[in-house]
């Protein structure tokens, strides 16, 4: 009996509201059941200057792009943890540069991981002898992370997340080997280019255009030219970078850029984590996130 009259109570305050607002109840209903019900999170971690992407995908399973310095590791799987997950499926570090991998050789050793992937290159520093150690302990090998590669696809999902850089290997720069990574999802399409400087981006022959683009090397004048945003035109742009951090990232160049394509732009060293998720058509985002502590 509560239940019913809390009914006709409800009931009835939505049509004396209709009636002050002048307007049809079929518009009322229309305006209140608009929201999204999205399938696919895309965290980009609060790592401080440094790069760690958390992606739920579409499919059920996980991706985890890079992995912070090497103190980040416990409060990384404990945020994959806290949002009900039990495992990485697809591990991607995109160049061994301890910003990317410092923490994966941590995560890999504490927590199940599934396919790992890495670019062919040559590094003798100790971070990433260990992941490569742990990784081997795991009992999994290292994929090769070059262009043309598929990491996943589901065709009844309209899903696919493919590997489109690094065309050729720079053992030279290793930003300039990067793995970079561009997922479709119905209507909506992310980019994650890692370090990558204008030298590889130059190599990239596909289609960049996305919805969404995980912002080059901290925001670095390098990595994010004219030509190349322009080609991505983003709609919302994140940059993952430390606060007051010694490079000046993002630069104001890279920033006039992207404020002349009239895109949201987002910081992790003012935003916190940020998430953009999606139902494959729209998009939204939400900032002010958790930090990635320093492991004590």
């Known amino acids: 009996m509560k239940h019913k009259n809390l009914l006709s109570a409800v009931l009835a305050a939505i049509m004396l509201l209709v009636t002050f607002c002048s ?8 305006e209140t059941t608009s929201d999204f019900t999205p399938d696919m999170y ?12 958390f992606i739920e ?3 059920g399973k996980t991706m985890l792009i890079d992995a912070g310095e090497n103190y980040h590791g416990e409060a990384i799987i404990s ?12 591990l991607v570090g995109t160049h061994p540069h301890s910003d990317h991998i410092g923490s994966m050789a941590y995560i890999v050793r504490n927590f199940k991981i599934g396919s790992v992937y890495l670019p062919k290159v040559t ?8 992941l490569l150690e742990a990784v081997e302990k795991k009992n999994r090998k290292v ?59 130059k190599t990239v022959k596909v289609d ?14 390098n990595a994010n030219p004219e ?48 998430t953009v998720y999606t139902d494959g058509e729209k998009l939204g985002v939400d900032t002010g996130g958790q930090v990635m502590e320093r492991a004590k």
């Open 208 to 221: 960049v255009t996305a919805d969404v683009l995980k912002v080059g090397h901290h925001g670095s004048r």
């Open 227 to 274: 030509f190349f945003l322009k080609k991505v035109s983003p709609q919302i742009a994140v940059i993952s970078c430390g606060v007051d951090n010694d490079y000046g990232h993002p630069h104001k160049e890279t920033l006039k850029y992207l404020e002349k394509l009239n895109c949201e732009v987002y910081r992790t060293d003012k935003d916190g984590t940020v």
């Open 143 to 201: 994929k090769n992370g070059r262009a043309g590669i598929t990491i996943a696809k589901d065709e009844e999902k309209d899903f696919s997340a493919k590997i489109i850089a690094p065309v050729e290997i720079n053992e030279k720069n290793l930003n300039n080997s990067s793995v970079m990574i561009i997922i479709d999802y119905k209507e909506s399409t992310f980019l994650f280019t890692g370090d990558a400087e204008n030298e590889e981006l």
């Open 42 to 53: 895309v965290h980009f971690l609060d790592v401080g200057q440094g790069d760690s992407i």
């Open 79 to 90: 945020y994959i943890s806290d949002r009900g997950y039990d495992k990485i499926d697809y």
């Open 57 to 59: 995908l579409p499919t």
């Open 23 to 30: 307007c049809d109840i079929a518009d009322f209903f229309e």
């Open 123 to 130: 590094s003798n520093t100790v971070m990433y002898e260990k």
